[in-house]
């Protein structure tokens, strides 16, 4: 299945959350590349990146310039039609991802689409809804 969606993964000791969350991206159906920028760890992340590389398009351990530098310089390692963004301790809900694809493909003019997210505790219980901004109007041409 080609790649649609570039998904980077910014990390710093969350390890012990890293799998779930590569877990939660390749269950979904799309088709992702995950990259992986670890701002060197110095917990289990390393053994979970072995488990994982040859699942991951890409990975690097080593200081960074912030999460924000991490984030784009995973992305800019990949060409797939849509990119995002999750930190080491998130997941996507089954399907998540996909729905979001399937939106930006509804509405090409959409410079982006956001789903609702949940607050979750260390274990994956849902705790509560997070704030999610009403979406906005389209913007005049």
């Known amino acids: 299945m080609p790649a649609v969606v570039t998904v980077a993964v910014p990390s710093l000791d969350h390890g012990r959350f890293l799998d779930e969350s590569l877990r939660s991206i ?8 995950m990259l992986v920028a670890d ?8 053994d ?3 488990r994982w590389a040859p699942r991951l398009a890409g990975w690097r351990s080593g200081p960074d310039a912030g999460q924000a530098a991490a984030i784009n310089e995973a992305i800019a390692l990949d060409d797939a039609r849509y990119v995002c963004w999750m930190n080491a301790d998130d ?3 089954p399907g998540g991802l996909d729905t979001l694809a399937t939106a930006l493909d509804a509405n ?6 956001y ?3 949940w607050v979750t505790n260390e274990h994956g219980g849902r705790v509560s809804p997070a704030g999610v ?4 109007a389209q913007a005049a041409p």
Request: aromatic share 6%.
């Open 26 to 33: 390749a269950q979904q159906h799309v088709g992702t590349r």
């Open 108 to 113: 090409p003019s959409a410079p982006m689409v």
């Open 91 to 93: 997941t996507f809900l």
């Open 133 to 136: 901004m009403p979406s906005f």
């Open 115 to 117: 789903g609702r997210a």
């Open 39 to 46: 701002a060197g760890s110095r917990d289990e992340t390393l």
């Open 48 to 50: 979970v990146l072995a």
